[in-house]
């Protein structure tokens, strides 16, 4: 029922009652379910559900066939994935051969540079101390030159000095009669 239109009713409409439409019973939200029973039956009728179906089944084919090409990729990379490591650990190894070759050499060759540093060294000093012993040897030959010149020249002076002709004039003669003495 609906309540009377005045002037209360005009100035608070939520006082007023509505009241709602119906046909033969059925109001809006009947007629809205009677409606989806209609469609839902011409779209069985059509055949809606077959063709949902058949859009379900070939979307389910596409997916199992890309399914099927992520699990070849997947094992093409797999396998692509194991040659990689393997010719990685092959790169490993053979860098770990170069590397010990070059340790082996690098300790032959270290070895025969101390051998050669040893051999120079020992040259060397030998040199060295030929240098040295020939200094010496030079020096003593300079020093003894120097005595013998200061040694002359000292008898040189003794000589002139305590030798006059006459005394020379002795000399002489005993000299000369000791050659005759020691000729015999």
Do not use: C
């Amino acid at each position: 029922m609906t309540a009377p239109l005045n002037a209360t009713t005009l100035v608070q409409p939520e006082a007023m009652e509505h009241g709602e439409a119906a046909f033969h019973g059925i109001n809006a939200g009947g007629f809205v379910a009677l409606s989806m029973l209609v469609v839902i039956a011409i779209l069985i009728w059509k055949g809606a559900p077959k063709a949902i179906g058949r859009a379900l089944d070939n979307k389910i084919a596409t997916i199992r066939q890309q399914l099927e090409e992520a699990s070849q990729l997947r094992a093409e990379a797999e396998a692509l994935r194991a040659e990689h490591q393997a010719k990685a650990a092959a790169a490993q190894k053979e860098a770990d051969q170069i590397l010990a070759h070059a340790r082996a050499e690098a300790d032959v060759i270290l070895a025969d540079a101390r051998e050669h540093t040893a051999a120079l060294i020992e040259r060397r000093t030998r040199m060295a101390e030929d240098k040295i012993a020939a200094a010496e040897r030079t020096a003593i030959a300079e020093v003894r030159a120097k005595a013998a010149d200061a040694a002359a020249r000292a008898a040189a002076t003794l000589i002139a000095n305590r030798l006059d002709a006459g005394s020379d004039k002795g000399l002489v003669d005993r000299t000369i009669a000791n050659l005759g003495q020691r000729v015999n």
